[in-house]
């Protein structure tokens, strides 16, 4: 929420507008277990299926 924001596309730190992603859930999952450009990995603070969760929360966000 910090980054994205609230609806996915605050663009806080150069944070990546959810609302657009055309990531599937699987390229989401890599990108909050690892971390991508500015975003930092959260392996150390969710487990597997927390980090699913997340991402197939965020495609929630995505405007159709």
């Not at 959810?18 to 500015?38: A, K, M, Q, W, Y």
């Amino acid at each position: 929420v910090n980054c994205h924001g609230l609806y996915g596309n605050m663009g806080a730190s150069g944070s990546f507008d959810l609302t657009v992603s055309e990531l599937s859930v699987d390229e989401r999952i890599l990108v909050i277990t690892n971390g991508r450009n500015t975003m930092l990995p959260f392996s150390s603070l969710l487990d597997e299926d927390e980090i699913k969760a997340v991402a197939e929360y965020t495609l929630e966000l995505k405007k159709d």
